[in-house]
């Protein structure tokens, strides 16, 4: 019998994706909390309708303990934010804030100075963030230390979090560590959020595809043409 790792290489051969990888190995997913409605992925994102949420994160390879990160991702085409401060976990409440210029191209981790998996890239949620602010070029990362913390292995236990408002098209990621690998793993120092497990604050839409605004434009182009044709028959 293969073993997982296999199959997962096997996959992430297959899909031609050098993510793919990752959705075989320590993942950690969004959730929400009453009152907030349930949010689960859809493919792309987490989405929530709630401007301020009551969300958490769980374990995908089972309970898991280690230093808890929450980063907030805001657009960066509004007033950068003070800060924020997100309640819960480990030290009850952590003041998130933003210590760079802005994440704008290349990946979250390294943004953050990480060694982490999934290992995110700018495009993972920029796409379905300028759906809702078609303004928006990146992030401003907030980000908050909640301290020693064990996630569940299953949504809806685990510490309770609140960031308070947040404004459409934020993102919210966790990671979890540093974890210690065995000498013959391969693994990163931390465990991430995989693209489609952020929270996202907003309806989930897509931006349409180059390819995608250029039929419509053919087609509208089509109309007039015909439209003119008979104006011409007419007169």
Partial sequence: MRSTKAVCAVAAAAAGLFWSFSACAAALHAFC????PACSDNGSVTPTTASSPNF?????SGPATGDFLVDILVPNNYTLPSGFTV???????AT????????TGGFLDTYLGLSASPSNP?????????????GASGYY?????????????????GPDLNAGTLQVGTVVVGFLGPQTCKKEEACSDWIGTPNSAA????????VPEPGTLALFAAGLLGCALVAARRRARQS
Avoid at 96 to 103: H, V
């Fill in 96 to 103: 998130a804030s933003e210590s760079g210029s802005g994440w």
């Fill in 141 to 157: 990362v907030f980000q908050a230390n909640l301290g020693t913390n064990t996630l569940a292995g299953a949504a809806g236990s």
């Fill in 56 to 60: 958490g994160f769980w374990s995908a």
């Fill in 87 to 93: 309640t819960g976990g480990g030290n009850g409440a």
């Fill in 199 to 206: 929270l996202y604050d907003g309806t989930s839409t897509t």
């Fill in 122 to 134: 700018l495009s993972a949620w920029l796409r379905t963030t300028q759906g809702n602010d078609p």
């Fill in 33 to 36: 909390y009453s009152p907030t």
